[in-house]
């Protein structure tokens, strides 16, 4: 939207209860359109392939490196899960600390 309050009316009734009528009805409207744009919007999003895929083509782009390949045998690798909460990510690195296998240039230090 070009302006910050455009579309937060509805969510302020004392504002639409002083508005003109042309206008209450203009907005109803436009609230229905933008109901029918958002569905068909959700009919168009990428799937969770598709968007694996261009995960991997900008990572490969960017570091010139397949990130779906194994490096040791060159055979193809599948992502099996995405793990986004902190603590978790935190635990496992952590273990990998404590057997040797840490990442590089991650400082031990970062994860108490």
């Known amino acids: ?12 009734p004392y504002v639409v209860r002083l508005a003109p009528t042309a206008w209450k009805e203009k907005l109803s409207c ?9 569905e068909q919007e959700a009919d168009l999003s990428v799937s969770s392939t598709e968007s694996r895929a261009s995960w991997a083509r900008l990572i490969k782009k ?6 779906l390949v194994c490096k040791k045998c060159q055979s193809p690798m599948k992502i099996l899960a995405v793990i986004t909460d902190p603590e978790e990510v935190k635990k496992i690195l952590r273990h990998l600390v404590k057997t040797h296998h840490t990442p590089p240039g991650l400082d031990p230090a970062s994860l108490n």
């Open 30 to 38: 436009s609230a229905e359109t933008e109901k029918i744009q958002s």
């Open 62 to 67: 960017v570091y010139e490196v397949d990130p």
């Open 1 to 12: 939207y070009s302006s910050r309050s455009r579309g937060k009316w509805v969510d302020k």
